[in-house]
């Protein structure tokens, strides 16, 4: 018979949930979302970001993260600008403000990665890494 509790689907979303919405609980007291971090996370390890890039590193659709971007240009966060050889392409570039809040919550996702894993051994983190990829190709074949 089925058990809910069993079914890895079920298993690895609440386990998600509840370590995303604590990183969400750490990051409120800044003043920002685990979202706007990842994106100033990923536009400052890469200067001139290509905005579709970004969306595909964020695992999030093109239409949201421009609505991100558009929020963030009015935060003085981040700047917009055409690709100079292809006027298609949109470029993303943190803002000194930007920089900034970067370099201050930068400390505050890795602390919270430390604790995540706290005693937790090194080899059972890669075989949980291990594990997670395997299921995801699992069930990317089924879905091409």
Not at 45 to 73: C, F, H, P, T, Y
Not at 120 to 127: D, T, V
Request: charged share 30%.
């Amino acid at each position: 018979m089925f058990d809910l509790n069993d079914c890895i689907c079920f298993i690895t979303n609440t386990a998600s949930k509840k370590i995303v919405d604590a990183f969400n609980n750490r990051l409120e007291k800044s003043g920002t979302t685990r979202v706007q971090w990842m994106a100033l996370y990923f536009i400052g390890a890469e200067d001139g970001m290509i905005q579709k890039d970004l969306s595909l590193k964020m695992n999030v659709q093109e239409s949201s993260i421009a609505r991100l971007m558009d929020r963030m240009e009015k935060e003085n966060l981040c700047i917009r600008t055409r690709d100079a050889k292809d006027r298609r392409i949109i470029r993303v570039r943190l803002t000194p403000q930007g920089e900034a809040l970067r370099e201050e919550l930068l400390p505050l996702g890795q602390a919270f990665h430390h604790e995540a894993i706290q005693q937790i051994s090194q080899e059972k983190l890669a075989i949980f890494k291990e594990v997670l990829q395997s299921m995801v190709q699992n069930v990317a074949k089924k879905n091409d």
